[in-house]
């Protein structure tokens, strides 16, 4: 699917691109905290967004994987003036859709729409930071949920594998 050169628009957000593979913590004033291990992949077939994909596994104190968590896959747009513009599909009943811009390896989202179904849990903002430090991929998420306001859920550290 890379083998394609990539779309010139795509320039802002092209050092996303490939593998990355890492751990994380995660948590919410709701829940227990813990660890997590995930893979992220993204591609581009020469047209101006990136296919993104990711997974993630719980992991136990000693960072053995214990069991799938959650999952999400999108597209990421990439439009003139740094803009971003994200969308992510989640297997438990949300999507949204994020806008943003790109600030040299930096790039800050937030929703600009979310919508779920009858069944989801509520959930109605998320903000990410995405950044690439000393050539890891590294990132923060805080969402608005289960009636809170923006609140840390996630960070995590990945480097690129493939
Ligand atoms: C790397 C990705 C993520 C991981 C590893 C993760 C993990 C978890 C875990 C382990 C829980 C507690 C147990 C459970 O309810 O299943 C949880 C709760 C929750 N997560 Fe995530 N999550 C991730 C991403 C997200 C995203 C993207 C959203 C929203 C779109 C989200 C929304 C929620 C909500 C609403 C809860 C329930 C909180 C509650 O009921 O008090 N999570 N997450």
Same mark, same amino acid.
């Given at each position: 699917m890379d083998s394609q050169s990539i779309h010139p628009d795509l320039e802002p957000i092209a050092f996303l691109l490939g593998r990355w593979e890492g751990a994380g913590? =995660? =948590?919410? /004033?709701? +829940? @227990?905290?813990?660890?997590? =291990?995930?893979? +992220?992949?993204?591609?581009?077939? %020469? &047209? $101006?967004?990136?296919?993104?994909?990711? &997974?993630? *596994?719980?992991?136990?104190? @000693? %960072?053995?994987?214990?069991? /799938?968590?959650?999952? @999400?896959?999108?597209? *990421?747009?990439?439009? $003139?003036?740094?803009?971003? @513009?994200?969308?992510?599909?989640? $297997?438990?009943g949300i999507v949204e859709i994020y806008v943003g811009e790109v600030v040299f390896h930096k790039i800050e989202l937030q929703t600009d729409v979310v919508a779920r179904t009858a069944t989801a849990k509520e959930y109605t903002a998320g903000r990410r930071l995405y950044g690439l430090v000393n050539g890891n991929l590294m990132y923060a998420y805080d969402m608005a949920a289960v009636g809170r306001p923006l609140t840390s859920h996630l960070s995590a550290e990945l480097k690129k594998v493939g």
């Open positions: 913590v =995660g =948590g919410y /004033p709701t +829940i @227990e905290s813990f660890r997590f =291990g995930q893979e +992220i992949v993204f591609e581009h077939n %020469g &047209k $101006p967004f990136l296919s993104y994909q990711s &997974k993630t *596994w719980l992991l136990d104190d @000693e %960072g053995a994987m214990v069991r /799938p968590l959650a999952t @999400e896959s999108g597209h *990421w747009r990439s439009l $003139p003036e740094r803009q971003v @513009e994200v969308l992510l599909s989640h $297997p438990t």
